[in-house]
């Protein structure tokens, strides 16, 4: 499956964005999928999951209540609403596909996006 994440930007402390990934190739709702981010100098970390249909979710602690995600299966889209945003929020965010498992570990993902990025000011 091939993936596309768009939506990244600059945005103040406290705004909000929105990331989607658009999927194609193969049967999106076969997939679990997740979000990942990468800061400069840091390793590649989990921020949120959704099993195939959308009716599971879990998020790392440090977006918990703040970040949602969800897809549309008939878009073969996944989204990542990101409120009150901080600085150290500030990443390369990627989207993965999962064939097997909601994961939380990276190795796990069988299929990625090239990243948007996400800035965020003081």
């Known amino acids: 499956v091939q993936l596309q994440a768009s939506g990244g930007g600059l945005v103040q402390t406290g705004g909000s964005l929105r990331l989607s990934c658009a999927a194609s190739?193969?049967?999106?709702?076969?997939?679990?999928m997740g979000w990942f981010r990468q800061a400069p100098g840091k390793e590649r970390e989990f921020v949120a999951a959704?099993?195939?249909?959308?009716?599971?979710?879990h998020y790392a602690d440090q977006v918990k209540g703040r970040f949602t995600i969800s897809r549309d299966n008939a878009k073969n889209t996944v989204y990542l609403q990101m409120n009150s945003l901080k600085q150290e929020d500030t990443a390369v965010y990627y989207c993965?596909?999962?064939?097997?498992?909601?994961?939380?570990?990276?190795?796990?993902?069988?299929?990625w996006g090239q990243g948007t990025q996400v800035t965020v000011s003081s």
């Open positions: 190739g193969r049967t999106f709702s076969n997939y679990h």
């Open positions: 959704v099993n195939r249909s959308g009716g599971y979710t």
């Open positions: 993965a596909a999962d064939l097997m498992v909601v994961s939380r570990i990276a190795s796990e993902y069988d299929y």
